[in-house]
């Protein structure tokens, strides 16, 4: 099977997934494939994947568009009638970007912005990365310079989170904004818990001139202005919300052949449904392959293994061995996804499956990087 099709239907592909089990990898292959099929990629990346940025011939991954220069896939004998550019997602960058959208005035920008609270809901609350991530994506899809972007989503505990990301930030925010209420209420110990529901942060606004207190002061501004924002910012985060459930967004589930996120997989396809959402495709990453046929292989790797390194006696015995070994790993996968295979099989829309090889080496150039293409959209 071949994800090809995804590619040439969608405008967004999600590479969802556990941690490690190949997401940046899978979604820069897709996009490489895509861009040799003549679209515009973008690859909007978590990962600083220093190699891979090296591997497109760029220096580091940044927040900055980069596009991936065409003398390179020329050097590796790749037609890309395309274009690829790469971008590392900055969290808060983007939530800086969403406050200069959505502050009422340029003071009351400036304000946020330069608060000592906001350094911390802009970088450190939880959903924050998640949410910006969908944020990022709804911006530069609505742009439109782009035909296809591909989404290698953050490593979360749970690699859904980012589907309510939009609700559970608005709602950590506000509950961060209380707790800080409470421990400023509880700081200066004198106020009745009651007063939290009336107009804490005018009241909080009176203690901070009594006691002189800077920081009640900040909170209290920051929690006004932050409410101000609000007001778009949760029709903001419905919005995003919607654009991922929109026809022209894909899923791809990404999978190694472990148990583990075998089982991971599944819980995900399973929400996905629940949720509404398409699981267009599981890709398993990292199958190993059985030796193609064990005599050849055997005859091979010994012939190489005695011109390169010559061999001592019980070479030949661990030759056998490794051999015997790769079939067992290829059977043990096999064994594995069997779970996987009837859960597919079960579903009504049934996905597209794409296993690709675990390869003798890092994936760490654009060879390597076309070859992961190949199996994925050939
Ligand atoms: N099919 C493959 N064969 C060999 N190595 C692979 C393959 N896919 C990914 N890798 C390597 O595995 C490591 C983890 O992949 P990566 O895409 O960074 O995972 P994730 O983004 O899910 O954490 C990388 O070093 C990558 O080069
Ligand atoms: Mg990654």
Redesign the pocket.
């Known amino acids: 099977m071949s994800l090809a099709p995804l590619l040439e239907s969608r405008r967004v592909v999600l ?1 969802v ?12 292959a897709l996009g490489l494939a895509a861009a040799m099929q003549g679209k515009r990629v973008l690859c909007l990346t978590i ?1 600083p ?1 220093k ?2 940025a090296n591997s497109l011939g760029l220096e580091a991954m940044t927040s900055e568009a980069q596009v991936v220069d065409p003398a390179r896939f020329a050097e590796a004998g790749l037609a890309v009638g395309g274009s690829l550019t790469v971008m590392m997602l900055d969290t808060k960058r983007t939530f800086d970007e969403l406050v200069r959208t959505y502050a009422s005035s340029p003071e009351a920008r400036d304000r946020i912005l330069g608060n000592k609270l906001y350094q911390y809901v802009s970088t450190s609350l939880a959903g924050t990365h998640e949410y910006m991530a969908m944020e990022k994506l709804h911006a530069v899809k609505r742009e439109g310079k782009y035909d296809l972007i591909l989404l ?1 989503t953050p ?1 979360t505990a749970n690699a859904l989170d980012f589907l309510d990301a939009p609700e559970r930030l608005v709602s950590a925010l506000d509950s961060a904004a209380m707790r800080w209420f409470i421990e400023v209420f509880q700081e200066s110990g004198s106020l009745s818990f009651n007063l939290l529901a009336k107009t804490a942060a005018v009241v909080l606004k009176g203690i901070g001139k009594l006691t002189g207190g800077g920081f009640l002061q900040q909170v209290a501004e920051f929690v006004t202005q932050l409410n101000d924002l609000f007001g778009g910012f949760k029709e903001r985060a419905a919005e995003v919300a919607r654009s991922l459930r929109a026809p022209d967004v894909a899923f791809v589930l ?1 999978t190694s052949p472990a148990p583990m996120a075998i089982q991971e997989v599944l819980f995900f396809a399973e929400r996905l449904r629940e949720q509404g959402m398409p699981q267009d495709a599981v890709v398993v ?3 190993n392959q059985p030796p193609r046929s064990p005599t050849d292989a055997l005859a091979a790797r010994e012939e190489a293994a005695r011109l390169a390194l010559g061999l001592d006696d019980d070479g030949p015995d661990r030759l056998v061995q490794a051999s015997h070994d790769e079939g067992k790993l290829a059977e043990l996968d096999r064994r594995n996804l069997a779970p996987l295979a009837a859960a597919l099989g079960e579903l009504s829309a049934r996905p597209l499956r794409v296993d ?9 150039d654009l060879a ?1 990087l076309a070859e ?1 293409a190949r ?1 994925l959209a050939s």
Do not use: E, F, I, Q
């Open positions: 590479c997934g556990s941690g490690g089990v190949g997401k940046t990898t899978t979604a820069a990962d994947a190699r891979l290698d490593p990404v990453n990292r199958v690709v090889p675990a390869l003798p080496y890092d994936v760490h390597s992961v199996h």
